[in-house]
Each structure stands twice: as structure tokens, then as C-alpha cells.
């Protein structure tokens, strides 16, 4: 079992709406990944948190708003999504400063914008 | 830059033949190597992987995979394959000292009674 905890599991939401992702994790881990994931397609990173402060933004669209509160957890704040957008979000975690630290995954969430 | 191919789309194997699941990377530096399974609707489950050591890594379920230094491959293997382990495994690459894991396009397996 994945000790990468993602909520919701399931999201539906409006063009206009504005939602939230959450993720947890107690590995006290210090490195927190966002990734996107369509059908049948490799994840694709969206961004990395290092130490609480963002090391990488893949060019995501700023619809797309991370945030780190602390080091357990992890947000994705969604505002003004395309249909496009739809895609099962996954949150992940590894150990700092560690050769070939091994990322953890959630299960994901699956939104759908409709 | 880096970057992970994974030559077939799907394998085929009846139970309990051996299976492999190929994977070659292109890396600057030493690479990181891992593989990951995905069943329907969840997320990846870490299999194994290679840091630095025996090219022979051994990992869950019963998976190994071995490291090729002059092939730049790092293929998955299984001895003798059960139907569970029908799913979608992905090979993933990260540079030493970097934070992007790249992650090939993945390969569907599939075990036949």
C-alpha cells in the first residue's frame, strides 16, 4: 500500500470552478512531485518541491497553482481548467539528498472537467 | 537531456514462460534506472532499481532486471510469469544529482492462462 495519500479520489469540475488537490505524505520525505498522467501515457512532471520551496515548473499553465504548506503535504489549486485538462493527477514523494532516492507514488486523483 | 524508449507496446507470454520487458535510456552521467507497474486505475507501484553495483538487480514480486552499460538497456525480466501481473510497466531514467525522473511510454503486459 502507497503511503502517498491523494484526495479526492475522484473530481468533477465546471470551466469556472475553482478546486483543490491535496496530498500527504508521513515518509518525511522532503521532495514532492506533481504529475499528470493521460490514458495509456507515460506521467509527465508538472512541478517539483524541494526543502518547501518549488525547484521545478515544467511550463504548466498557471490554472495550475502548487502549493507546499509543509513537509508533509502538498496542494494542486485548480482555477479556469479546459476539457483538456482532464487526467488523473498523481502526487509523489522521495527522500533528499539521497543517491537514487526512489519516488513513491499516490494513487492519484482523477479529474474530469466538463 | 535524458530520455527512456520502450520498444513494444505490448508483450504477450503465456503463464509461467519467462518474460522481458525491454527498456534503453540516454543519459549525461551515471544513470538512475527504475521500473515502475501500474495496474488499471492506480498509481505506480516502484518495482526496482539500479544505482550502481551488481547489473543484476532483483526487486518485488519476483521481478529482476539487468543493466547494460554498452547497450544502455535496462531490461525486465521475470522467470516465470503469472496472469496478475498483467498490467503496464514503465522504465524510468533520472541523471545522478537531478530531480527529473523521465519515464518511457510505457509497455503493456499481457499473461494468458
Known amino acids: 500500500d502507497t503511503e502517498v495519500t491523494q484526495t479526492p479520489k475522484h473530481l468533477v469540475m465546471g470551466m469556472t470552478n475553482k478546486k483543490s488537490l491535496k496530498c500527504e505524505q508521513h515518509?518525511?520525505?522532503?521532495?514532492m512531485y506533481w504529475y499528470k498522467q493521460k490514458a495509456k501515457k507515460p506521467p509527465e512532471l508538472m512541478f517539483v518541491y524541494s526543502y518547501e520551496k518549488l525547484s521545478i515548473n515544467e511550463s504548466v499553465p498557471s490554472r495550475f497553482s502548487p502549493e507546499c504548506p509543509n513537509s508533509s503535504l502538498l496542494n494542486l489549486h485548480l482555477h479556469a481548467l479546459q476539457p483538456e485538462d482532464s487526467a488523473l493527477y498523481l502526487c509523489?514523494?522521495?527522500?533528499?539528498?539521497?543517491?537514487?532516492?526512489?519516488?513513491?507514488f499516490g494513487e492519484g486523483s482523477w479529474l474530469t472537467v466538463v | 537531456a535524458q530520455s527512456v524508449a520502450q520498444p513494444e507496446d505490448q508483450v504477450n507470454v503465456a503463464e509461467g514462460n519467462p518474460l522481458t520487458v525491454k527498456c534503453t535510456y540516454s543519459?549525461?552521467?551515471?544513470?538512475?534506472l527504475f521500473w515502475y507497474v501500474q495496474y488499471p486505475n492506480r498509481g505506480l507501484q516502484f518495482l526496482l532499481k539500479y544505482i550502481t553495483g551488481d547489473n543484476l538487480v532483483k526487486g518485488s514480486y519476483g521481478f529482476e532486471a539487468e543493466f547494460n552499460k554498452s547497450q544502455t538497456s535496462f531490461h525486465l525480466k521475470k522467470p516465470s510469469a503469472l496472469v496478475s501481473d498483467s498490467a503496464l510497466y514503465f522504465c524510468?531514467?533520472?541523471?545522478?544529482?537531478?530531480?527529473?525522473?523521465?519515464f518511457g511510454a510505457g509497455t503493456r503486459l499481457f499473461v494468458k492462462a
Open positions: 509523489a514523494s522521495s527522500q533528499e539528498g539521497v543517491s537514487g532516492n526512489t519516488i513513491y
Open positions: 515518509m518525511g520525505h522532503r521532495a
Open positions: 543519459v549525461s552521467g551515471n544513470p538512475y
Open positions: 524510468a531514467v533520472r541523471a545522478a544529482g537531478g530531480f527529473k525522473t523521465i
